[in-house]
């Protein structure tokens, strides 16, 4: 059934549906977070550029750009074809691995974090951390046009990942926390010397890395048993 057109059409459909789905997602909740922020006369351009700076924001959105892509190829060029390109492959490859990592991160150490009433829209928040990995997920298996990636596509997906554990680290002692006024500020609390200590980030460091690496394996491997060889 998934190889016929019509279901190539529709999980085409809900492709774009869930991008625009998560795009609505980040656009209400950036809204609320600079809303918060003009509220309390903090600094609106060192919120949104924190707010850009998790890793959840950034797959949510590679996940919109390469959901609509991935769309828009198959409406103009795609409906004829055995194969998606290896463009899109390779993007799908790695927002699929970022989105599932996402859930599994956020469910397992971050969904007990307390945060303040009022600073996240409960559904923009199941949406980015539980309903759009879990459609990647599915797109992984259902989705149509899948091409057969080469095991180097591993470290093509891993190069985001890397370079933003390097940009988070850096610049994590080089800015004011608004809210605090504390003179760093980490998206996530594991990774903030300050409150596990700099020896146990490493290990979450380290931890996350493998734990990215065994999913975008387990991802290239689904690609290899079920894509098309060009």
Do not use: K
Request: include cysteine; glycine fraction near 8%; proline fraction near 4%.
């Amino acid at each position: 059934m998934i190889r016929t057109r019509a279901w190539a059409r529709t999980w085409t459909a809900l492709r774009a549906a869930m991008g625009l789905l998560i795009l609505a997602a980040i656009v209400t909740q950036a809204v609320r977070t600079i809303q918060i922020a003009v509220e309390n006369g903090r600094d609106v351009a060192m919120t949104l550029a924190n707010f850009f700076s998790y890793f959840t924001i950034l797959a949510n959105v590679g996940s919109v750009f390469v959901l609509l892509w991935a769309a828009v190829w198959f409406w103009m060029r795609g409906r004829d074809r055995v194969w998606e390109p290896r463009g899109i492959g390779l993007a799908l490859a790695s927002v699929t691995t970022y989105m599932i990592v996402t859930g599994v991160v956020y469910n397992v150490l971050l969904r007990d974090v307390v945060l303040a009433p009022g600073t996240t829209v409960w559904w923009t928040n199941e949406v980015l951390h539980v309903v759009g990995p879990l459609f990647l997920l599915l797109d992984l298996f259902l989705g149509p046009r899948r091409r057969c990636l080469g095991w180097g596509a591993i470290a093509v997906v891993l190069i985001f990942p890397l370079a933003w554990v390097t940009y988070t680290l850096l610049r994590g002692e080089a800015v004011v926390n608004p809210v605090t006024g504390e003179h760093w500020w980490y998206p996530y609390p594991f990774l903030n010397p300050h409150v596990v200590g700099s020896a146990a980030v490493w290990m979450y460091v380290v931890a996350i890395a493998v734990g990215l690496g065994v999913v975008a394996t387990g991802v290239v491997w689904v690609s290899r048993r079920r894509g098309n060889v060009p």
